[in-house]
């Protein structure tokens, strides 16, 4: 049965949304005032700069997850990674709105950064909760038809590689290696990714990422982790599916 893949921007205006509501409510409590300003300016500096600091987390998150990946673990460690280093700058403005440099390296950073994790990692596990429970239904792609062939065989990629090699669901790259996966076994190539795919027939697979080309027959649906989609593949291969890519396979049926 198929599912609905919300597009991204969805996504990313509900986030924003949710930010500005938070934003509202610490305007309403008032939180930090401590230049003593009216609601209006305190509705300006909290919506607007829980906006700024949600665009700051997005991008150093992205560093958090290239960590997560270097340490082989899921990439939601990425953006509690983020937490304490995106918290740093956003402690620091603060503190240089309030009193320049002097303030900025004073005493001070070291109780507004410890408040400043704590809203953050507060904010985190709202979206936390509320995007593990959007993916607790798998969103499963439309099943190949029945009597299909899963992945591809026979082809001129296969005279590079060892007798007998099962049909191939997807290719990888690492370094300067190509990975063929097969259903149950993988072989390595000296070569680029495009050169490999180019060694396979047109119209049968798709390169999702920058780093990984699949066979559409080889897919057994997909799921979201937060904005992040992944692929999964008949073997159990779970493949990253990069945000360029989404509006394109969604048109070609992928994610649809």
Sequence with gaps: MTEKTRPQTE?????????????????????????????GARMALWIGGLLAAWVLFGVVGQVGK??????????????????????????????????????????????????TMGIAAAIFAVFFILYARDAKKPEMADPAPV??????AKTTLHNRLPPGFPPVLALSVEDHYVHIHASDRREMLLM??????????????????????????????????????????????KVPVSRSAVQGLREKGWLT
């Design 192 to 237: 680029p990714l495009s050169e490999a795919i180019d060694l396979l027939p047109d119209g049968t697979g798709e390169r999702v990422h920058r780093s990984w080309w699949v066979a559409r027959s080889s897919v057994a649906g997909h799921r979201r982790e937060g904005r992040d989609i992944e692929l999964d593949l008949v073997n159990g291969t």
């Design 66 to 115: 290239a960590i997560a990946r270097l340490l082989g673990v899921a990439s939601v460690w990425g953006y509690v990674i983020a937490i304490p280093l995106a918290t740093v700058v956003i402690s620091w403005t603060l503190l240089w709105w309030l009193g320049g440099t002097a303030a900025m390296f004073g005493p001070a950073f070291a109780e507004i950064w410890p408040q």
């Design 147 to 152: 009597g299909d062939a899963v992945g591809i």
């Design 11 to 39: 996504y990313l205006l509900a986030e924003a949304g949710i930010i500005a509501i938070i934003g509202c409510g610490f305007a309403l409590a008032n939180l930090f005032n401590p230049t003593g300003m009216e609601l």
